[in-house]
């Protein structure tokens, strides 16, 4: 019982002291320190550092002000140190390099993404020879004689499907530009 009195009355102190110079120390520290967010941390730091600090309850009030004081311009010193060793780049500028290559970019991964899936839709329209041999080609690299052998046919005859094939292709997708283009729905 009398453990949880004493730190009722420890935090009750802690949370005075707080209230009168955490707002002064804040104003210190976001004057030495680049961002807001990691001034109001470094002076949470230095509250909890008096909470952990054994003979800090038993000082008077000046040397606790005084032991606030330093411990915050130790702590400011601390965060220029690792400033510093750790360089920091600013999010912007680390994107524009990091997708400089258009093909490596998020967008452009979405739009291959939605031709694929397009193509496959146009594919599954086709017949099923001709879709087995779109893939055998360019799906397994095959050659169209391979492509002969495998199924029994004459190698002319899976040259000029493989073509009507692609022909076929290229007409839908011709089709689909031409409503796309007149403001229709594809």
Request: proline letters at 3%; glycine letters at 4%; one cysteine or more.
């Amino acid at each position: 019982m009398q453990v949880n009195r004493h730190t009722a009355q420890v935090e009750q102190e802690m949370a005075l002291l707080y209230r009168k110079y955490a707002p002064g120390l804040l104003a210190y520290v976001r004057m030495r320190v680049p961002s807001p967010e990691d001034a109001e941390d470094l002076v949470v730091e230095v509250f909890l550092a008096a909470l952990q600090h054994a003979t800090f309850a038993v000082l008077s009030e000046k040397e606790k002000q005084m032991w606030l004081w330093r411990v915050t311009r130790n702590k400011v010193i601390d965060a220029y140190r690792r400033a510093k060793t750790r360089q920091s780049v600013t999010l912007d500028h680390v994107a524009e390099d990091l997708f400089e290559d258009e093909m490596f970019s998020p967008e452009y991964s979405a739009l291959r993404q939605e031709d694929y899936m397009d193509l496959y839709t146009q594919l599954q329209s086709l017949p099923p020879l001709h879709q087995q041999i779109l893939r055998m080609r360019f799906g397994q690299d095959l050659s169209c004689r391979e492509i002969a052998t495998t199924l029994g046919k004459q190698e002319n005859g899976v040259r000029v499907t493989l073509s009507r094939s692609l022909n076929l292709l290229r007409k839908i997708y011709r089709r689909r530009r031409e409503v796309q283009e007149s403001g229709g729905e594809g």
